[in-house]
């Protein structure tokens, strides 16, 4: 496989992965979650519990897609919005779900 071929690859693998998390957290949420750095943020030890709680209940959930969705649309858009950085940010999205969201 040369340089070029796995540059393809990274980068159809990168857009599947914004495809997914769209699903889940809807367009608007992944653009604006791609457009801040999680590192410039304060975060306090609520959000950081509110962080670690959202991740383990998608986990719960990985098997149940529409389950997954129906948590994160439960939640106000600013926690929506750090979890789907979060989960960019630490590439856990593999981890929050047994399949593929998209067919």
């Known amino acids: 496989m040369c340089p070029d071929d796995d540059f393809v690859q990274s980068r159809e693998e990168n857009e599947r992965a914004q495809d997914e998390l769209a699903f889940l957290f809807g367009k608007e949420t992944v653009e604006q979650a791609g457009q801040l750095d999680i590192a410039d943020l304060s975060l ?20 149940k897609p529409a389950a997954q969705v129906n948590f994160v649309n439960s939640l106000q858009p600013g926690a929506r919005l750090l979890l789907c950085m979060w989960i960019m940010d630490m590439d856990l999205l593999k981890k929050i779900q047994k399949r593929s969201y998209l067919r």
């Not at 609520?46 to 719960?60: H, N, P, S, V």
């Open 44 to 63: 306090s030890d609520e959000i950081a519990a509110c962080i670690a709680d959202g991740i383990r209940t998608l986990k719960q959930l990985q098997d």
